[in-house]
T-cell receptor, first 114, second 115 residues
């Protein structure tokens, strides 16, 4: 099956610093999604990317869909304590007959030191 | 996007028993998905639940262990049967919101601990 390599696995940063994480794959995806999961909650969609090269922002978050369609990155600028959580990339691929397959990365656990 | 209510939010169960998790969506959706998230791990798809037909299970998951019901377009249940401590995980239901462009929406999850 398809696999996503997400890095880094975890990171500790000072409040106010910028953060960058990325996902790579050997497979092509139609859509890249970035989710955040807070403790005790389900993942919440942050950003969705639909075409190669697309660069999309959502507040302090910026994500890009790689030109090769095999990678994506997420940047968080000027981190704040509430950015703490686990960030997952997910690749969506069309698997035929109107169905899609969603593959998740292993997550990046972000800790922000006040 | 769709709003998903999932319950129970957490439970502690004895080994050998079964737990049924419910997922209610505020709109009609064709496909509902059940995921498992083991401690410190990513999300793994268990099965896709289609209304009016049997669920489609991913490799490594079987109907006898994880029976699924999908009686209508807004509701589904997942049962974790004959539980063992290895089944301790977060179980999440998810729907594809409207169109692929809206991404997948997740419930808040059921945190299951088997003792």
């Amino acid at each position: 099956g398809q696999q996503l390599n997400q890095s880094p696995q975890s990171m500790f940063i000072q409040e106010g610093e910028d953060v960058s994480m990325n996902c790579t794959s050997s497979s092509i995806f139609n859509t890249w999604l970035w989710y955040k999961q807070d403790p005790g909650e389900g993942p919440v969609l942050l950003i969705a990317l639909y075409k190669a090269g697309e660069l999309t922002s959502n507040g302090r978050l910026t994500a890009q869909f790689g030109i090769t369609r095999k990678d994506s990155f997420l940047n968080i600028s000027a981190s704040i304590p509430s950015d703490v959580g686990i960030y997952f990339c997910a690749g969506l691929a069309y698997s035929g007959a109107g169905s899609y397959q969603l593959t998740f990365g292993k997550g990046t656990k972000l800790s922000v030191i006040p | 996007s769709a709003v998903i209510s999932q319950k129970p939010s957490r439970d502690i169960c004895q080994r050998g028993t079964s737990l049924t998790i419910q997922c209610q969506v505020d709109s009609q959706v064709t496909m509902m998905f059940w995921y498992r998230q083991q401690p410190g791990q990513s999300l793994t798809l268990i099965a896709t639940a289609n209304q009016g037909s049997e669920a489609t299970y991913e490799s490594g998951f079987v109907i006898d262990k994880f029976p699924i019901s999908r009686p209508n377009l807004t509701f589904s249940t997942l049962t974790v049967s004959n539980m063992s401590p290895e089944d301790s995980s977060i179980y999440l239901c998810s729907v594809l919101g409207g169109s692929v462009r809206n991404g997948y929406t997740f419930g808040s999850g059921t945190r299951l601990t088997v003792v």
